[in-house]
């Protein structure tokens, strides 16, 4: 089979969605006037990365296709946990978010490649 | 002019700044290196050539969205829906512009707009954590831009090497083997480190549940509604700061 082509409207869309990204991200300091945010949501603020950060992951341990997963035979929830134990073990010192990586990816692989959870 | 843009970068690739960004993202590096070789390699397995999906990783540089986006190409979808999908993934950037609006403000808008591009979760994130407080003073300005333009710049590197190799070997990587997890292994990871006020360990709880409550909302608002549900609670929760009740009677 030959390579897909390259296509204008493709190139297009990617074109607008990198836009996209920069107007979205940089959404609230593009415009140069001086404006300050009411002290509630500079106080709220506080609260959103953590909040951001918990609304990725969540869904994407505990929901499958859009179902919350009925069986505890899951390989991410058993690589999330040992990677949270590990984090709490350390107490966060030194590389603690690299050792959560590996030591999830180490509890991970063997259940979902082994076991095929 | 350009001596002068040299001159200040060299300075913000020496303060000692850069090197602290620098080492806090090499922890979570390989998880987000890991994340990227599987965008890399969903783009190539959607159907899209080397071109496109280089063009992608390069331009839009926005996992989520970029996720969210692929299928919907190879669909051939209308353009607005892919956009309008593409805007409403990255929503939360807008929250979080909200935020470092203040900490940018003192630079040109050029600088500004690269900042945006660069600004993914994870340097976000580490940014706030480590200055809490926007400064006013120059010295202090010039550690926390250093200190961004080290994290963004090892982030964008690492994410871009790992993309690219996705695109190269997406025949040989099957998605089975689920290598995409470490990324939200270093989201975890990541988390912990913020989690060090009981409020901020009810926000993330908060958001989560909602965040699955939520989750048949398209366009991954579900997202978007976790964070507003999770900090209005926060701010209903906490007691209020004496210079906002003042303030407001």
Known sequence: MSQPGTDWWTLGVIFGMAVITVVTRSFFFISSRPWHLPRWAQRGLQYAPIAALAAVIVPELVMTQGHLIASWQDARVFGATAGVAFYVWRRGAGQAVLGTIVVGMAVYLPLRIGLGW | MTVRLGSSLSALLRHPEFRTGVQEVSGVAPGLAAWGLMTGVAMVNSGMSVVEAVAMTLLVFAGSSQLAGIPLIAAGAPVWVILATSFCVNLRFVVFSAH???????????????????????????????????????????????????????????????????????????????????????????TCSLASSPMRRVSAGVAGAAAVAAFALPYKLNIVVAIAVAVALCLLLESPAPSDRRAAE
């Open chain 2, 100 to 190: 470092l609006r203040s900490y940018l403000m003192h630079l040109p808008r050029p600088a500004r707009l690269l900042a945006g591009y660069l600004c993914a979760d994870m340097t976000y994130v580490l940014f706030v954590r480590r200055f809490p407080h926007p400064s006013l003073e120059p010295a202090q300005r010039q550690a926390e831009l250093a200190y961004f333009a080290g994290s963004s710049g090892l982030n964008w590197v690492s994410w871009q090497a790992a993309s690219l190799l996705g695109i190269a070997l997406a025949q040989w990587i099957p998605s089975a083997w689920g290598l995409g997890f470490a990324g939200i292994l270093a989201l975890i990871g990541v």
